[in-house]
């Protein structure tokens, strides 16, 4: 079964830095592109950044709320995709979640047409 | 960064009725275009990529439509399970950006 656990999400304080973790089994990791996606509580989903896989070199994307304060990072040899996360703010109180990611080529270029696999989420709560 | 807006933001129907959710984009985006539907205290399940390419399981009553700007998504006869929110999500340029959703519910 093709599955994602997020996990690491934790209470802290504004200012500090957390990683969380998204753990895949199921599938060959390192062929996909993986999502994060946060929801504030009672609130809609957030695109937070994208991790693409090595054979589009590896490269992220990041919302502007969160850039140059998040990282996205991959090991493919453990099948766990990153989400650091630095300088948190209240704003980051959230559950975040990680999803695969489609890729297609179409007309040239290449995109990501859809999240097939989801984890459950890890709740990060930021508060002093 | 392109602007999703979907509409309405809530919806209250009936068993059997024909439901239609729409989202227009602030750009044209081809049909880069997904749509996820969201039961309470569950992840996101995809239904519909590439506007109108239902993903294999997903039931037949359930419909993506459009090009450029403008999307819709319908489901022909909505049953009591269809209760959730539904999301589109355009992934033409970065940042990948989603509606704000639409809440369903049975009248």
């Known amino acids: 079964e093709e599955q994602l656990v997020e996990s690491g999400g934790t209470l802290v304080l504004p200012g500090r830095s957390l990683r969380l973790s998204c753990t895949a089994s199921?599938?060959?990791?390192?062929?996909?592109?993986m999502t994060w996606v946060r929801q504030a509580p009672g609130k809609g989903l957030e695109w937070v950044g994208l991790?693409?896989?090595?054979?589009?070199?590896?490269?992220?994307e990041l919302a502007a709320s969160v850039k140059g304060r998040f990282t996205i990072s991959r090991d493919d040899s453990k099948s766990i995709a990153y989400l650091q996360m630095n300088s948190l703010k209240t704003e980051d109180t959230a559950v975040y979640l990680c999803?695969?990611?489609?890729?297609?080529?179409?007309?040239?270029?290449?995109?990501?047409?859809?999240?097939?696999?989801w984890g459950q989420g890890t709740t990060v709560i930021v508060s002093s | 960064d392109i602007q999703m807006t979907q509409s309405p933001s809530s919806l209250s129907a009936s068993v059997g009725d024909r439901v239609t959710i729409s989202c227009q984009a602030s750009?044209?985006?081809?049909?880069?275009l997904s749509w996820y539907q969201q039961k309470p205290g569950k992840a996101p399940k995809l239904l519909i990529y590439?506007?109108?390419n239902l993903k294999t399981g997903v039931p037949s009553r359930f419909r993506g439509s459009g090009s450029g700007t403008d999307f819709t998504f319908t489901i022909s006869s909505l049953q009591p399970e269809d209760i959730a929110t539904y999301y589109c999500r355009q992934s033409d340029n970065f940042p990948y950006t989603f509606g704000q959703g639409t809440q369903l519910e049975i009248k």
């Open positions: 199921g599938f060959s990791f390192g062929d996909y592109a």
């Open positions: 590439d506007a109108f």
């Open positions: 999803g695969r990611d489609l890729v297609a080529v179409s007309e040239g270029r290449y995109y990501y047409y859809g999240m097939d696999v």
């Open positions: 991790i693409r896989s090595k054979t589009f070199d590896g490269t992220t």
């Open positions: 750009q044209d985006i081809d049909n880069h």
